[in-house]
Structure formats: C-alpha cells, structure tokens
DNA sequence: TTGTTAATTCGCATTACTTGCAAATTAGAA
DNA sequence: TTCTAATTTGCAAGTAATGCGAATTAACAA
C-alpha cells in the first residue's frame, strides 16, 4: 500500500489532479478491510465529504484501479468490490452474509502455472466459498447481506 | 451429464413439466461447451423454436441450476454464464477474447480445504485469466467480445 | 494574487443484464 | 376430453455501471 504522500507524487507523476475527492476515497479504501462496493464506499464517504457523486466514486476507483493501485474484483455477487490490497492473495466469500476475507497466498497453494494447452496464464484468482465463522454458528446467521446470485 | 431421459425423470420426480422448451435448452447446452450467456442460448434457441422468450431462457436455467444439473458463473465479464459440466473443474478465460475453457481438476492442484480461520470452506473456484491460443499469437488476435470489466 | 486552462466533478440519461408480475397457454393427471 | 396447476411470455421495473455535457477547480504561470 502507498501513503497518501506517496499517492500525491503517482498522481503527479501521471498529470493527475490530486482533488479532495481522490484524497478522500483513497485513505477511506485503506481503513476498510471488507472490500467495499461502490455504494458502500459512497455512503461512507457521503458522511465527510456531503455532496460527492457517486459518480466520482466510480470514476476515481476505475483510475485507481488502472493506475495499479487497486484491485477491481467482481465475485459475482452483486456489485464489483475493491480491493487496496495489491499483494499476492486470494479471496473467501461467505455465501450467507456476504463477507469477503483475504486469504493470504501462503495458507493456499501457490498457484503460478506458466501456460498450458497454448494459452498463457497470465493471472490466477482462487474464490473460497463457504461460511464464515460468525455465519457457522448455527443459531446466529447474520441475515446482512445475502447473495444474489447464488452461484451454485 | 445427463441423457434427454434421465433429465424427463428428473424433472417429474420434481413435479415439473417437461415443455419443448426445457428440453431444447437442455440439449442446447449439452451440445454446446463454449459456457453460452443466457442472450447466446437464447440466439441459438430461438432459430429451432422462433418464438422462445428470452425470459424462459433465464427462467429455464435458473431452475436446472437449482436442480444441480449446470452450474452458474460469473467470471465479472459481462453476462453470467452457465455450464452443464458439474464435474470439479476451473475456468479458463481468455482477457482478449473472452473465451472460456475449462480447465481439469487434475491439471490444477486440488484445493479442497477444509477449513481455515473459522470459516467452513465449503467450494473452491480457481480461474485462470491470460490469452488463448488464439489471441496468443500477436499479429491475430481476434476482437471478439471483449472484456468490459477488465479486472485487472 | 490573479488569470488561464485542461482536468475533474457532477447529475442525468442511458445501457446491459436480470427479475417481478400477471395474463394467456399448456403438460399431465383424471 | 376436461381440468388445473405449472409454465411461458411480454413488459415493466430494478440494479450496476457508463457516457456525456455543463459547471467547477487544481495546478501552473505571470
């Protein structure tokens, strides 16, 4: 991850404008674990910066995004969550409450397969499914979010 | 996979009707391993029964997929995408052309975790981004459907 | 400080995909 | 053949995200 003194100079050095917008919404991806959608982040930004679009939202997360400096993940449930962590990792999803963790790369195989059949593998995203620890115990399913898709 | 007549049984023992139109869908995409959207099913379907709602399509594959007979994904690429491969297998999915292929369990290490954190791992989907063989060689890639969301 | 200008924000319209709903149709049992 | 619940269909509506143009503003220069 970069500090936001750090990010001032990658916007710069890009003929980027380093607005509040951007300022805001960058630090608030940092403090936030859950991999948020946009309307999440949107909503939380809302309460400091009263009158930001949630098109800025998505418009900044998208340059964000191509500048390398976070991840864009669609689980396919619901909307597309981000994620500022650029590391090597991968991702568990709770089917109930809709809960995203990190899995850090060293708990699960390393999986770098180079190519195979003729095509070239340039990137491997291994998705957990399952419940989690608050959701398997039995008496007490968050009833949060749930998914839409039901992928299976 | 399942033979026209097993799937007839299956649906009565369900208490569901077997339509012309179930029973196309279902051989369509049997026949068909390029993991079709809904919309591509439809296309196809609708040459051999002009007149199928695009609303049946959905509706039919929602409900095979509940059924356990195909599996839904959504690689966060455009459309979800269904395949009647039930088998344990991964995506292969082409960043150039969209294609997707299947990969076999057993050219991938078996993630099968159990549990980790707490959190009961109940699925493991592993896909594998890149190019195809096609799109792998520089001078023809093919502009086919390109990717919208571009992950990454 | 002030001015200039290209970058950015904002809001609204629009697209893409999917689902809800109610009327018309039909598979399967009697 | 008749009956009825299941199914299909078309259209409206919903969600997520993007296109676009007008208004605003960060950053640089004078």
Redesign the interface.
Known sequence: MRSPTELAQVFRSKQLKLTPQRQLLFSLLHENASHPTAEALFEVASKQMPGISLRTVYQTLGEL?EMGEL???????GA?RFDPNMGDHHH?V??SCGAI?DVDIT???R?R?G???????????????????RC?QPNKRSPGHQAK????
């Open positions: 995004a991840q864009l993940i669609d689980f396919g449930v597309t568990f709770c089917d963790r708990s699960a195989p999986l397969s190519s195979g059949d003729g095509f070239a593998v340039e990137d491997v995203n291994v998705v957990f499914n399952g419940l989690c620890s398997n898709h039901k992928k299976k």
